[in-house]
């Protein structure tokens, strides 16, 4: 059998694609197969790149054009470009640098934009303090809610001593 | 042999081990992806110091290898048992790994994230694997500072596993519902609440030996706690489904499920070569003949142990030997009937 494409060398690529429920056989030379855009055999599918493929297709502000160009993580110099090709950021501070764009796809992928797991020991009393806050006030808002005001009070004495200790560590 | 081969393990005989995976990074590095040789070095030695050279009763237990110190056979090894990752090898020359006496843990580093923490248990014990896996995580953190952010949690190379960080999972064996063609079904419903089952064998959907390994998808926006409760819940439902699939095959047609597993052991016991997707396809009946009574005076921590040793790294690690594929095959007849007879 001789290739689709070039009609010239022996067809040693077979291919079945299924598109919209309807089977299509594709047979190529080795050539013309990594030439065809339909089967890139020097991109793989890879959990990586499709992974950033949702990248530009999540968020809802338009594509700054020379976004891809120029946005650069100043601490390990990877570019939007390379991040997208890779499916790997390099560095804690990208987090920062792509967050415009990160943001949406954190969203896609895990339903959550807000960590609520666990927080280093060492590191992370400052984080924990604000989480107590913040969990507190909801409690808060609940029993007023509820009309449960002496224990509206209690709460919003203890959020206060709380913040106090959160000024003294900043 | 890891613990969780042959090992004792509660509900062994459906669920062969419980696993938990922390992705950590160092503050100050660059991910693994964009370090350099000379800078990966350096992560080796601040993360195996924090367990080698603290003062923890982990100091005498660990030991660390670096992946260019060791061969190809010997990589291939650790990554049957499933203490290093595929990936941490391509990296040989920036990257190690830090394994306990026991083979629970594993800390490989400068896979795709600076610290991967791997615990692994035999049977169904997820929250007694965690336990660990946070207290190692613990014991890390007090020597390095870790990429932590307030709202999107422990940061990643890849953004999957930002949040927790954690992966948890269980290796567990369906051949029930595999027979009655439910696999797909469990897949869907799993799907919708953030888990995944996979092959743990084999490409694609397709599972060789009937080895499937369950896990997390989503790492952010809820606890360790939750997420391994969750799987805990949906390993549980699972097995339920797997037990009365059993039953059903059992009610409807035991003579021929009879037939089926005394036949594989028939050819296990007595076949001369053997290609892996072979045995793991026939040891998965004699595995399920063990736990419906049919086969008796074999152990299932046998089987664990022969399901693994039958891989070609291990296998040839045994045999002291480099093998072609044919050989191997030879071999692996050879251990298999030599395993089977006592």
């Known amino acids: ?170 | 042999m890891p613990k969780w081969i042959d090992g004792e393990g509660p509900q062994n005989d459906i669920i062969i081990s419980s696993r938990i995976r922390l992705a950590r990074n160092l503050d100050e590095f660059p991910f693994p992806v964009a370090l350099t040789t000379e800078k990966s070095k350096e992560v080796i030695k601040r993360v195996s110091d924090t367990i080698l050279a603290g003062n923890t009763i982990l100091k005498d237990d660990f030991k660390l290898t670096q992946m260019n110190e060791i061969s190809n056979g010997d990589k291939q090894v650790l990554i049957e048992k499933h203490l290093i990752s595929p990936s941490l090898v391509e990296t040989s020359n920036k990257s190690g790994v830090m394994i306990n006496s026991d083979e629970s843990v594993s800390i490989m580093i400068n896979e795709e994230d600076h610290i991967r923490i791997q615990c692994l248990f035999p049977g169904f014990q997820l929250k007694e694997t965690w336990d660990l896996a946070n207290k190692i995580d613990d014991i890390i953190e007090e020597e390095v500072k870790y990429a932590f952010d307030e709202n999107v949690g422990y940061l990643t190379s890849c953004p999957t596993n930002v949040g927790t960080g954690i992966r948890a999972s269980v290796m567990i064996h369906l051949p029930a519902l595999t027979m009655i063609d439910y696999m797909n079904r469990i897949l869907q419903a799993v799907n919708q609440i953030g888990f995944t089952v996979r092959g743990l064998y084999g490409e694609g959907s397709e599972s060789e030996g009937n080895m499937f390994q369950i896990s997390n998808q989503v790492t952010l926006g809820r606890t360790e706690q939750e997420i391994v409760q969750t799987l805990i819940e949906v390993t549980k439902q699972i097995t339920n489904k797997e037990n009365d699939a059993r039953a059903t095959l059992v009610a409807n047609n035991k003579m021929k499920l009879e037939d089926r597993i005394c036949r594989s052991y028939g050819i296990l016991t007595n076949a001369r070569i053997m290609n892996s997707k072979e045995a793991l396809k026939l040891i998965s009946d004699v595995r399920l003949g063990i736990d419906l009574g049919i086969i008796k005076d074999i152990d299932v921590k046998a089987i664990n142990v022969l399901m693994v040793d039958i891989q070609s790294g291990i296998l040839q690690k045994i045999s002291e030997r480099n093998l072609n594929t044919n050989e191997r095959d030879i071999e692996r007849a050879n251990l298999i009937r030599e395993r089977l007879k006592s």
């Open chain 1, 1 to 170: 059998m001789l290739c689709e494409k070039c009609k010239q060398n022996k067809a040693t690529v077979h291919v079945t694609k299924i598109q919209n429920n309807s089977k299509m056989e594709v047979h190529l030379c080795e050539e013309c197969a990594r030439k065809s855009e339909d089967m890139s055999f020097e991109n793989p599918f890879t959990i990586n790149n499709f992974l950033t493929g949702l990248l530009d297709s999540v968020q809802s502000s338009p594509i700054k054009v020379d976004y891809i160009k120029t946005t650069t993580c100043s601490k390990c110099g990877m570019s939007y470009g390379k991040f997208k090709q890779l499916g790997r950021l390099g560095c804690s501070d990208c987090y920062k640098t792509f967050n415009e764009k990160l943001m949406p796809l954190i969203k896609n992928v895990h339903g959550s934009q807000q960590h609520t797991g666990k927080i280093p020991k060492k590191e992370g009393s400052v984080i924990r303090l604000k989480r107590d806050i913040m969990n507190m006030r909801k409690d808060l808002r609940r029993a007023i809610d509820k009309e449960e005001f002496e224990r509206a009070a209690q709460l919003r004495d203890k959020i206060k001593l709380l913040e106090k200790d959160l000024e003294i560590d900043n």
